[in-house]
Structure formats: structure tokens, C-alpha cells
């Protein structure tokens, strides 16, 4: 069966990506196309709308979506944040291929939290590291709903865009550096705990995840609870004296 986006825009095919994720089986091949110069298209009123971005599963469906590679710009970025949601991680370098064909991929829908908790009280850097919580879903689908719901508790930041990531690293195990990630959540993320949290909520966080999930089977919590002073992020010192709004 195919699936199509309609011919929307690069921000409208991935809110339609997010909608039809959990119709999806494993993905296991992708193209992406710069140009119109290919098979995938519609034809309505006797014209070509063409599709540059199409994902195959292991059931045979295809997903076409209004995106592309080949070009610095927003065509090519929402093309990565679709694959990115499907679980394939590997750099492609989309921008600048003008064409690209992936065969034989294996999915990666792994979620390493890492929980922290900031006290700004009186300028103080001090940073609560609470525990580590690593899952393994069996789809995407389940990574992305996991994901949402996490949001209840604070806000949620790949490693690598997140304020004194260098100081973090330490806590993951088998950390990938070289994961293609861009603003998003990727395998490696931290939970950054909301300041108005139950103190009961912060004090007993992995439980409370662990429920909110209702995750038994693949999930591993690593208590921690270490305190950390003093974030340093590209040889400069993290300012506290910002509002935190600005943190996030």
C-alpha cells in the first residue's frame, strides 16, 4: 500500500509522518530525490506531483513525503527529522546528495534519559543528577509516544544540544557521538526535571517514570544521585544569571 502526504510542504509531511507512525512496520529502505527527474509521483489534473522522500517497510508499504535532499534548506532538514523519527540515525549528509538509496537499514528506537535536576537558588551551580533510565522499543511509534509523555516532567534535550553536555557523557554508557541529530531528541538525551515539581514527584523520579510508561520489560533505571558543580560549555563558563527560560 502507499501512503502519501499530499503535496504539502516539507512542515505538514512531517506532522502527517507523526500521524501515521504507528500504521508504519519496520523501515527498511529509503530514497530521497532533489529533483523530479524520478518514478514516485501522482498524477492530477493531467500533472506530475512528484514525491522526494519515500520509506519502505518490511510489509512492503511505501510512504511518500514532500520533502528532499540535495539542498541547504528546510526540505532536506524535515527530511532528516522523518527519518530520525523512524529510528534511522545515520548521517546521509542530505543536503548536499542529490540522490540517495538505503537498503538493508535496521531501525534504532533506543532512549537513554539521563534525569537532571537544577538548583538555581542564590546562583548556586549545583546540578542533582537523579539516574539514568535506558529503553528499547519495539517501534517508533512507542519511542514517540514515550517521548510526549515524558514531557509531564520537564523538558527533554539530545545530549548534544543540551547546556554542559561534555559534563554528561560520563553517565551514558556506549555513548555514540556521532549520532545525526539536530535539536530533537536522539538516542542520548537529557530530562531536565521542571522547578515546579512535587518535591515527593523529584524525590522518587524513576518510579514515576517507570509508571508513567508502563514500562517493565526493556527498561533499565541506574540510580545515580550525584551532585555536580559547575557546567563548562566550548572553553566558557555557563552564566546562571539568566532566566530559565533561557536554560532550556
Not at 206 to 230: A, D
Request: one cysteine or more; hydrophobic letters at 35%; glycine letters at 4%.
Amino acid at each position: 500500500m502507499i501512503y502519501r502526504s499530499g503535496k504539502v510542504g516539507y512542515y505538514k509531511s512531517y506532522e502527517y509522518a507523526k500521524r501515521i507512525l504507528s500504521k508504519m512496520k519496520k523501515i527498511t529502505a529509503f530514497k530521497a530525490f532533489s529533483n523530479k527527474d524520478h518514478d514516485y509521483y501522482e498524477v492530477i489534473d493531467n500533472t506530475k506531483n512528484y514525491y522526494n522522500l519515500i520509506l519502505f517497510d518490511e510489509d512492503s508499504n511505501q510512504y511518500w513525503f514532500d520533502t528532499n535532499c540535495g539542498y541547504k534548506g528546510m526540505g532536506s532538514v524535515y527530511s532528516e527529522k522523518i527519518l530520525r523519527l523512524v529510528g534511522i540515525r545515520e548521517d546521509y549528509n542530505i543536503a548536499f546528495e542529490k540522490e540517495i538509496y538505503k537498503f538493508n537499514l535496521c531501525p534504532i528506537n533506543k532512549l537513554n534519559i539521563l534525569v537532571v535536576e537544577i538548583d538555581l537558588l542564590n546562583n548556586i551551580e549545583k546540578y542533582f543528577i537523579k539516574s539514568l533510565i535506558s529503553l528499547d522499543f519495539e517501534n517508533p511509534y512507542l519511542r514517540y509516544k514515550a517521548l510526549d509523555s515524558l514531557q509531564v516532567f520537564g523538558a527533554i534535550k539530545s545530549i548534544n544540544n543540551a547546556i554542559g553536555g561534555d559534563l554528561y557523557i560520563k553517565y551514558f554508557d556506549n555513548y555514540a557521538p556521532k549520532e545525526n541529530v539536530i535539536s530533537k531528541p536522539g538516542i542520548n538525551n537529557i530530562l531536565f526535571l521542571d522547578s515546579y515539581l512535587d518535591k515527593d514527584v523529584k524525590l522518587n523520579i524513576s518510579n514515576n517514570i517507570k509508571n508513567l510508561l508502563l514500562e517493565k520489560n526493556n527498561m533499565f533505571i541506574k540510580e545515580i544521585e550525584k551532585t555536580e558543580y559547575g557546567i563548562y560549555t566550548l572553553g566558557y563558563r555557563f552564566n546562571l544569571n539568566v532566566p530559565n527560560s533561557l536554560i532550556f
